[in-house]
């Protein structure tokens, strides 16, 4: 799969690119058709709480592409819930696919 991290008016560590990988890449083991995935990172409204913003787009063949977003204090946290999100989805695409 090829991931693209873009880190909106901030430079991202290494250590939150690699988490960001490893969360990202185990998509994989729930849809094994994932050609890309673009990850999104934003900081809205500094200063408040839930302010970290992370966005996932993969696209899958057959149809355009699933996303989700979420919010959350750190980019860790947001990630991990928008993984967990993004497992769901890819969950019903399998299970529609295969009733057809």
Do not use: C, W
Not at 28 to 50: C, H, M, Q, R, Y
Not at 75 to 82: G, K, S, V
């Amino acid at each position: 799969m090829n991931l693209k991290i873009n880190d909106v008016h901030f430079t991202a560590d290494q250590k939150l690119v690699e988490f960001l990988n490893k969360k990202v890449n185990k998509l994989d083991t729930f849809f094994d058709g994932i050609i890309s995935a673009e990850v999104i990172l934003k900081v809205v409204k500094p200063e408040t709480s839930n302010n970290k913003e992370v966005e996932i787009k993969l696209s899958i063949p057959a149809k355009d592409y699933l996303f989700t977003k979420k919010h959350a204090d750190t980019f860790e946290e947001a990630t991990t819930l928008a993984v967990d999100a993004m497992k769901k989805q890819l969950t019903k695409f399998k299970e529609k696919r295969k009733e057809k």
